[in-house]
């Protein structure tokens, strides 16, 4: 079964960044829109950004747009989670997921990664 593996998570203080990517092991990851979640302690799951198949459209949260750019290699299965001007309460779980369609709610998505832990301190 094709899985998806995020890495790039970390510690960084309040201000700096971190490059988050997530793999797919599948071979059709060009058909799918690729989407990047979060989750704190204590709090739902919730979205962070969207990229269509092609990478042409991309949508964001309102807390992370202007900071936090999606962007996908079709050619290496990898899409990825550009983030600036960390702060605080960008600290959480990060997990990335597959769907047929372009959406902001976690219930298209068919396939999940593992998860890496972004910490930024203030």
């Known amino acids: 079964q094709a899985q998806l593996v995020e890495s790039g998570g970390g510690l960084v203080q309040a201000g700096g960044s971190l490059r988050l990517s997530c793999v797919y092991s599948?071979?059709?990851?060009?058909?799918?829109?690729m989407g990047w979640f979060r989750q704190a302690p204590g709090k739902e799951r919730e979205f962070v950004a969207v990229i269509g198949f092609n990478g042409f459209s991309t949508y964001y949260a309102e807390s992370t747009e202007g900071r936090f750019t999606i962007s996908r290699d079709n050619a290496k299965n990898t899409v990825y989670l550009q983030m600036n001007s960390l702060k605080p309460e960008d600290t959480a779980i990060y997990y990335c997921?597959?769907?047929?369609?372009?959406?902001?709610?976690?219930?298209?998505?068919?396939?999940w990664g593992q998860g890496t832990q972004v910490t930024v301190s203030s």
């Open positions: 599948g071979r059709t990851f060009h058909n799918y829109a």
């Open positions: 997921a597959l769907s047929h369609s372009i959406a902001r709610t976690a219930a298209p998505y068919l396939t």
